[in-house]
């Protein structure tokens, strides 16, 4: 069991709240970041114990604030979940400048604005992890999905990138890219397309599920991965092979 401070962003729904739930029931003191949703968000912290703070990961000043008042409440935060996204899919001829940007400035900016506010702190204490969760489609590309396509490579270079800074001060840095997940976004899909299109291109049949994703960030985060920085971790039922 661990006694280390994590800090889970968009970790009151979906994939966020499985790592979350995954991290608190290690023994690790869990924190989960939320950008607007306070109904989902008490409920999160009524069912589960888990500390729940708002604010835009867009915002480096929120940023800053935000994890100020968690290492307040809780401690220096040891292990970094970058997991907060969003999409704002459209033909690239139709996308508009302002969808660009804010998936850019939540799924890409987001891990710099985060991740610089923690790294001093890590560094000092001469450890740290930091889990990007990146995407499938950040690693083969997505129609109407250039803007998400982009941020979730760009999380995967910031990875490999800062990997390197972070190994001698005892940081790793790794990502995950996860496939279709079910969550909730993924219930929104019409039976027929699921089972004509997207579970046909999955060969293990089916979708993922968030507390597989969960147990990779767990894997992750532990001592026992202590040899492994600067990785892509695919998770995609065999979907597509990198």
């Avoid at 970041?33 to 729940?52: L, Q």
């Avoid at 799924?107 to 790294?119: A, D, K, P, R, S």
């Avoid at 089972?195 to 532990?222: D, K, N, Y």
Wanted: hydrophobic residues 40%.
């Amino acid at each position: 069991m661990s006694e280390r401070i994590a800090l889970v962003t968009g970790g009151t729904r979906g994939i966020g709240a499985a790592v979350a739930r995954a991290l608190a029931s290690e023994g690790y003191r869990a924190a989960a970041t939320y950008a607007g949703n306070e109904a989902k968000a008490r409920a999160f912290t009524e069912e589960t114990g888990i500390r729940t703070y708002r604010w835009d990961v867009s915002d480096y000043e929120a940023c800053k604030a935000g994890i100020a008042q968690v290492e307040e409440d809780l401690g220096p935060v040891d292990v970094l979940v970058n997991n907060a996204g969003i999409t704002r899919d459209a033909p690239f001829h139709r996308m508009t400048p302002e969808q660009w940007r804010e998936v850019i400035d939540t799924n890409l900016t987001g891990l710099f604005n985060m991740t610089h506010v923690v790294w001093p702190g890590m560094r000092a204490r001469k450890f740290g992890r930091v889990i990007n969760i990146s995407s499938i489609n950040g690693q083969k590309g997505q129609f109407a999905q250039a803007n998400y396509a982009a941020a979730k490579a760009g999380d995967i270079g910031f990875t490999k990138a800062l990997s390197q800074e972070g190994a001698r001060a005892g940081i790793t840095v790794n990502a995950i890219c996860p496939g279709y997940i079910n969550t909730e976004m993924m219930s929104t899909i019409p039976e027929k397309v699921m089972a004509e299109q997207i579970l046909p291109q999955i060969p293990l049949g089916r979708l993922g599920e968030a507390e597989e994703i969960a147990r990779c960030v767990l894997f992750l985060a532990s001592e026992s991965a202590g040899f492994i920085t600067g990785s892509t971790l695919t998770a995609n039922g065999g979907q597509y092979l990198h």
